[in-house]
């Protein structure tokens, strides 16, 4: 027997679109609280100092925490070879903006404190708040637009067409509904963010940001729920029409699928899948009331929990889509038909059991050693080597 055969095709490609949606979230759950930061430094530091606490809450992590995104891509490019030609042919503009804000934040933290002048500093205080604020709501848009479905189909070559002109695709993005998403994202960030701060802050800066965190854990629990009332009643779900052939060759032109219904079925027919939605709401709810009361570690969990429900509930609804079509519902590509071979997703396997693991100690390690507040005080006794 092949090596690689000892695992079915078919559990292999179950396994890797569960650790996509493992690394997204670790992406967000790490690098989320780094972006919603950034996008609170204006309304949470009102001094010089007051803001470089802000940023050195997370100047020791940030650079480890985007780990997880670069992981993300790369998953996406060898286990899902569609997936990433299809999506970043048709997202190039919006790919291209949110690389420009996460290219310039890390310019941003090696060069805001270089100089004393306060109009120097003010400008990369700005590239801070953009470089937080963009992705956290291009990142929601996007998984509104996926929700709705994207205007592409393939051709009897597996290439992948876009209806629309260059800059028509990146304004059509910028539907209703995936404009709410973008809400939902944005505010879900800032009260991860939020709960960061309070947990890695102290005085006024604490106070003000669980004021915000607050506000934007009621926004993102109402966004998210209007978001399921709008999938139930005002957005066509999309569904396979014969039986998935699940451990067939990679061409989403084999499978037949019909855009209708509603995408919310699937709890019907899967109602396990509901605990997620439930994590979402009982840890903004949860998120909350920690901000409230002060509380801190274990309001940084509640996020985190809030985080997981909120982006697993969408992978799950969608299962085994990954990104339907709307121009032909035919080119569709679910998780069935667009992964990589047999053999590469078994290499894949073997690779991220290894460094996985190794990965998350270091991780683990860094934040245990870096643990406690961030002071004005600190600043001071070390504002030549701190941002």
Known sequence: MILYELIDYDILRVTWWALLGVLLIGFALTDGFDMGVGALLP??????????????????????????????????????????????????????VVLAALILRPVAFKYRSKRESAGWR?????ALFVGGAVPALLFGVAVGNVLLGVPFHLTEDLVPMYDGSFYGKFLGLLRPFA?????????MLLMHGAAWL?????????????RIGTLAGLVAAGGYALAGLWLAFGIDGFSLV????????????????????SWLAAYGLRPWIAVAPVMGFVGIALAVLGLRAGREVS?????????????????????PFILPSTVKPDSSLTVWDASSSHQT???????????????????????????????????AEHSETLY
């Open 299 to 319: 309001t940084l969990l509640w996020s985190k929990m809030a985080i997981t429900g909120i982006i697993a509930s969408v992978g799950l609804t969608m299962f």
């Open 242 to 261: 014969n039986e998935a052939v699940v451990d067939g060759p990679s061409n989403p032109l084999y499978s037949e699928v019909s855009h209708g219904g």
């Open 179 to 187: 404009l709410l998403a973008g809400v939902v994202s944005f505010s």
């Open 43 to 96: 309304f949470v530091a009102r001094t010089d100092t007051e803001r470089r606490v802000v940023i050195n809450s997370v100047g020791p992590v940030w650079e480890g925490n985007q780990v997880w995104f670069i992981l993300g891509g790369g998953a996406i490019f060898a286990a899902w070879p569609p997936l990433y030609a299809v999506s970043f042919s048709g997202f190039y503009l919006a790919m291209f």
């Open 122 to 126: 003010a400008g990369w205080d700005r």
């Open 198 to 210: 309070s947990l890695k802050t102290e005085g006024v800066i604490a106070a003000r940001a669980r």
């Open 345 to 379: 997703l078994f290499i894949m396997l073997v690779c991220a059991l290894i460094f996985m693991p190794l990965i998350l100690a270091y991780t683990a390690w860094v934040y245990k050693v870096l643990w406690g507040k961030v002071t004005e005080d600190d600043i």
